[in-house]
């Protein structure tokens, strides 16, 4: 069986992107405009790709089918998720409790106009939305399905398959000659 780095690495991209997500979202804090969304989607998007291009040329000798890359990336984005729900709950209860307050009460006014939620709905809803673990919960959940449905796209573009009629002696030579 061969020992591969998968958490490690999935740990180390995953780092990187939450520190974007988490520079995109405090400035979702200061401005709603939709031209920061974009970026932070195509940066996303980018990121994503060239991490999961550099996963398959490390360890795609042998072919790194799809479902692997589609496993790797979802587990990216399960470390980021971590990161940045950290994050989200330190902004919401403390670095920026204010402005998180002021988003919230909005989108709770909308769901309160709506006439489908008791007051005890709206009240658990206001006090989940400032639980450290339910904001972790729900932006590892969120950052799974997000590049779960992304990666189903990538994985098709960067995956590589296997060299066909290869054999093991071939495909890993001992001393860098090739074997006839």
């Given at each position: 069986m061969e020992k591969t780095n998968f958490?490690?690495?999935?740990?180390?991209?995953?780092?990187i992107m939450a520190l974007v997500a988490i520079v995109f979202d405090t400035l979702g804090f200061y401005t709603q405009h939709a031209l920061v969304s974009l970026i932070s989607l195509l940066l996303f998007l980018l990121l994503l790709t060239w991490f999961m291009k550099i996963r398959v040329s490390q360890y795609g000798a042998n072919g790194y089918?799809?479902?692997?890359?589609?496993?790797?990336?979802t587990g990216v984005m399960l470390c980021a998720g971590f990161i940045e729900g950290a994050y989200m709950s330190v902004a919401a209860n403390w670095l920026f409790a204010a402005k998180y307050d002021a988003m919230m009460s909005q989108q709770l006014a909308v769901l309160e106009n709506t006439g489908l939620y008791t007051d005890?709905?709206?009240?658990l809803m206001a006090r989940w939305l400032r639980s450290p673990l339910w904001l972790i919960f729900g932006s590892m959940v969120g950052s799974a399905i997000k590049g779960a449905f992304f990666g189903l796209f990538i994985a098709a573009y960067t995956r590589r398959e296997p060299k066909p009629f290869v054999?093991?002696?071939d495909s890993e030579p001992d001393d860098n000659t090739k074997h006839e």
């Amino acid at each position: 069986m061969e020992k591969t780095n998968f958490w490690n690495d999935a740990a180390r991209y995953g780092v990187i992107m939450a520190l974007v997500a988490i520079v995109f979202d405090t400035l979702g804090f200061y401005t709603q405009h939709a031209l920061v969304s974009l970026i932070s989607l195509l940066l996303f998007l980018l990121l994503l790709t060239w991490f999961m291009k550099i996963r398959v040329s490390q360890y795609g000798a042998n072919g790194y089918g799809y479902g692997k890359c589609l496993g790797f990336m979802t587990g990216v984005m399960l470390c980021a998720g971590f990161i940045e729900g950290a994050y989200m709950s330190v902004a919401a209860n403390w670095l920026f409790a204010a402005k998180y307050d002021a988003m919230m009460s909005q989108q709770l006014a909308v769901l309160e106009n709506t006439g489908l939620y008791t007051d005890d709905q709206l009240t658990l809803m206001a006090r989940w939305l400032r639980s450290p673990l339910w904001l972790i919960f729900g932006s590892m959940v969120g950052s799974a399905i997000k590049g779960a449905f992304f990666g189903l796209f990538i994985a098709a573009y960067t995956r590589r398959e296997p060299k066909p009629f290869v054999s093991e002696a071939d495909s890993e030579p001992d001393d860098n000659t090739k074997h006839e």
